[in-house]
């Protein structure tokens, strides 16, 4: 393949050098064309491997815009998850950074049992074990705490999804404001700053640089993970997929098609990331 030439951007600049600049653009078109190639040959091989399974693809397509429905609570606990995992992950990391040894022993503390119990134990103690938490209070004299303390299935997902990505995070968002040079801190001390102000207008606006990709990772996983919920009842992708495939005995076909669906999903919010990347890095390198 001819490369392309560079006559608007290499006028002035010598052969030697317009030459390697040529070489380097074959080679990111070369590696394009064979990353295409092996896209489509993978493409290729899960649908022959699908056939060869016998997959009943018009059943597939039947039930497909049904199992799509489900989307639309994936997407809700996992968004208000992720809000709610921000909130926690930025006071969490304040008080892992806090020189009071209240803050920080309770940020500690959360970190440490969240992140060292399972999410799926962590999901049944919302659901499950707050309304027997409740019924305990009640017996120490405070009235109708069970009844608030029983959560609908998904608020219930939320929360459990929200407070263990919330742990996770709280480290991600203390390494990016711990990023930060010192340099930074006392330069807005010398201004007249004080921490609040500093830690507002200095210092977590730059770690928003560092913080925002690991997080955009957690938000992708998080997507994935909200498929724990329909452990409680929701009609999410997961609960319909495997309700259809239980009362039709076609588990594989709705657990491949939802498979697809997830994978699409996290495809798509992998290419938004890479999109934000680009963007928080522009200042720090060339990105072409």
């Not at 892992?96 to 959360?110: G, H, V």
């Not at 919330?166 to 968002?173: L, R, S």
Request: with cysteine; net charge positive.
């Amino acid at each position: 393949m001819k490369p392309k030439t560079r006559q608007s951007v290499t006028d002035g600049i010598p052969p030697e050098a317009e030459l390697i600049l040529n070489q380097i653009e074959t080679k990111k078109s070369n590696y394009k064309q064979k990353m295409i190639i092996a896209f489509a040959f993978l493409i290729v091989l899960m649908v022959v491997s699908l056939i060869v399974l016998g997959l009943d693809f018009k059943f597939m397509l039947k039930w497909l815009p049904f199992i799509l429905a489900g989307s639309g609570y994936t997407f809700l606990v996992a968004f208000l998850a992720i809000s709610l995992a921000c909130i926690l992950a930025v006071v969490g990391a304040l008080g892992r950074l806090s020189t009071n040894p209240i803050f920080n022993s309770m940020a500690t503390s959360y970190v440490s049992l969240i992140r060292g119990t399972p999410l799926l134990v962590q999901v049944y103690m919302w659901y499950l074990a707050l309304p027997q938490i409740g019924k305990a209070l009640e017996a120490y004299g405070i009235p109708g705490i069970q009844r608030l303390l029983t959560l609908p299935a998904v608020p219930a997902g939320i929360l459990a999804l929200g407070v263990c990505y919330g742990a996770y995070m709280t480290e991600i968002v203390r390494a990016g404001i711990q990023s930060i040079k010192i340099g930074q801190t006392e330069a807005a001390k010398a201004l007249g700053m004080n921490a609040t102000q500093t830690m507002k207008r200095v210092i977590f606006p730059q770690a928003l640089r560092v913080i925002i990709p690991p997080v955009s990772n957690e938000f992708i996983a998080m997507v994935k993970d909200s498929s724990l919920v329909s452990l409680m009842g929701v009609w999410e992708l997961s609960y319909r997929a495997i309700k259809v495939g239980r009362r039709h005995f076609q588990s594989l076909e709705m657990l491949i098609m939802v498979a697809f669906i997830y994978w699409i999903m996290c495809m798509i919010l992998q290419f938004v990331q890479e999109k934000i990347e680009r963007h928080m890095a522009r200042g720090d390198r060339r990105i072409s």
